[in-house]
């Protein structure tokens, strides 16, 4: 009685340690992009997790909540390079994560290439545009404005 | 390409619905992290009319919304913890469903605090 040899699915002939042709995704332009996106979905969602826990700690459960923000909670927090930071960090993983999140979606559920093709174009332009808002903001808020010749109230900004 | 799938990959139970419930939370957060930049970016415009938009999500019914979005964000937090575990631990994938009670319980404890905390704030005396 011969056993019957079931070869293990990447095998070509057994133990050749070649995948089988059948098996073989177009050879040469093979890039390792899905595997770094995968990658980036868990490293960026752990960071994530502290970050925006910090963030709705902060900014709702503390003291009055979300009734203590307004305008000067805002600069008060962007006048500190450590809030900054925070939610550049925040805004840049956020909507990265994001957008692959999406992009995968719309790779398992829209099957016309052209359809895949014009949504993720949309897509790609929306995070363009609201990380570099974002970013933009962050960066070049004046946390002390002074409105009608009067400095707005707030104990972090210079005395005029 | 067959518009109709000849079968269903489709199994069911917790490995299924957690998925289901991990995109359908993403996309919402996602949509709302748009609308959240857009809406702050308004503080580089000006004081009154950052004050102004803020001033929408003080609202009662808002207080409702966002409670639901951090409902939506602890399970995704929670169950993205799990799938990071599924891939990295060695018995993770063993572990997966009582790995996902774990997670529901953590957010049914850290959501009703949230909820307690958020809703007696946004809602109360103002």
């Not at chain 1, 963030?55 to 600069?75: K, M, P, S, T």
């Not at chain 1, 933009?136 to 009067?150: A, K, W, Y």
Request: glycine residues 10%; proline residues 4%; hydrophobic residues 50%.
């Amino acid at each position: 009685m011969t056993a019957t040899n079931i070869q293990s699915p990447r095998s070509g002939q057994s133990g050749s340690g070649k995948i089988a042709p059948k098996y073989q995704r177009s050879g040469s332009s093979r890039s390792n992009f899905e595997m770094l996106a995968w990658l980036f979905m868990r490293l960026s969602g752990v960071v994530l997790v502290v970050l925006i826990f910090g963030h709705l700690f902060v900014n709702l459960l503390v003291g009055e909540g979300i009734h203590a923000i307004d305008f000067g909670f805002v600069a008060g927090k962007w006048a500190d390079p450590f809030w900054q930071f925070w939610d550049l960090a925040m805004l840049w993983l956020a909507m990265l994560h994001g957008t692959n999140g999406v992009r995968t979606i719309i790779n398992d559920y829209a099957e016309k290439d052209a359809s895949r093709f014009w949504l993720k174009v949309v897509l790609y332009a929306a995070t363009t545009v609201i990380v570099i808002l974002g970013t933009l903001v962050i960066f070049t808020f004046n946390p002390c404005p002074v409105v009608d010749g009067v400095q707005l109230p707030g104990g972090f900004c210079p005395k005029p | 390409m067959p518009t109709k799938p000849a079968g269903t990959l489709y199994r069911g139970r917790e490995g299924m619905w957690s998925w289901v419930g991990h995109r359908i939370t993403g996309v919402v957060i996602f949509f709302f992290l748009l609308v959240h930049v857009l809406d702050t970016s308004l503080v580089r415009v000006s004081p009154e009319a950052y004050t102004a938009v803020i001033g929408a999500y003080k609202n009662p019914l808002m207080a409702l919304g966002e409670t639901g979005l951090v409902a939506a964000i602890l399970f995704h937090a929670f169950n993205g913890l799990r799938v990071i575990a599924v891939d990295f631990w060695k018995k993770g994938a063993k572990y997966q469903r009582q790995m996902l009670w774990i997670v529901l319980a953590v957010w049914l404890v850290v959501f009703a605090g949230f909820a307690i905390r958020h809703l007696s704030l946004a809602l109360g005396g103002h």
